[in-house]
């Protein structure tokens, strides 16, 4: 399973929300290159960064994500998501250097996720499902869509895109463990999926690991120290990592 340390980016900061909430934020950084830096010293190969401005169409960190792209570039690969809802900001976004860009409100949109495939490598997109009681939660998870997160899935797979970001809004933030379930019945629908949102122990690592997710992202359990990098990078892949 990979492991995807977190940096959510907003004003310029290295920020974390509690259940995605822009009035519940700890700062944990000024400077997102130098988070990043420390990640891959610490052994990273990915990194997942959410612009989070650009997700409450507050602006934009972009020349915070291209430090960060610049940083790490060769040693590590950029998953980033936060506002890409048209096939120009994702073109973006792969211009920039991103590895992979991932689209979230936009994917709920009929016909979108073909329309991105037929232009952008597949291996390049993920899209987010992000669920409040099984709903689709959007623009920033003020908002929540008719679609179930297991619809969403379907459409993705369908569209050919199948890497998937399921995080369960109500425990981001919250060190109550990740929705390995709810993930799993997102996988059952042909995808990869990471699971996001949770997590707070090496236990909760390993038990996502052992379900056959594709990977977990991290953010603040390893922020607050509840682990290092290294720990959560073994509990992520007991095998060496290749």
């Known amino acids: 399973m990979e492991l995807y340390p977190a940096i959510d980016i907003r004003s310029g900061r290295v920020v974390r929300l509690s259940q995605g909430e822009a ?17 891959v010293a610490a052994g990273a190969r990915w990194i997942h960064v959410v612009d989070l401005d650009r997700a409450f169409e507050a602006g934009d ?4 994500v291209r430090r960060v792209i610049q940083r790490v570039s060769g040693r590590a690969a950029i998953q980033a998501g936060g506002g890409f809802r048209t096939l120009a900001s994702v073109r973006r976004g792969l211009d920039l250097g991103l590895g992979r860009v991932v689209v979230g409100t936009a994917a709920t949109k009929a016909d979108f996720l073909r329309t991105l495939a037929a232009e952008v490598p597949v291996e390049r997109l993920a899209v987010g499902i ?5 709903q689709v939660a959007v623009r920033g998870w003020i908002e929540t869509s008719s679609l179930t997160a297991v619809e969403l899935a379907r459409r993705a797979v369908g569209a050919g895109i199948h890497t998937l970001i399921y995080t369960d ?3 981001d933030g919250m060190l109550r ?12 629908q ?15 690592l390993r038990r996502a690991a052992e379900a056959g997710l594709s990977g977990a992202i991290v953010g603040r359990a390893i922020y607050e120290g509840r682990f290092d990098l290294p720990q959560a990078l073994r509990a992520a892949a007991p ?4």
């Open 169 to 171: 809004v109500a425990r």
């Open 239 to 242: 095998s060496p990592i290749r």
């Open 130 to 134: 992000d669920a409040r009681d099984g």
């Open 177 to 188: 463990g990740p929705d390995v379930s709810g993930a799993l019945r997102l996988q059952d």
């Open 61 to 64: 960190n972009e020349s915070a």
């Open 23 to 39: 009035t519940r934020q700890t700062v944990y950084g000024e400077d997102p290159a130098a988070v990043a830096e420390a990640f």
């Open 190 to 204: 042909g995808a990869a999926v990471i699971v996001s949102g949770g997590v707070s122990s090496l236990a909760d």
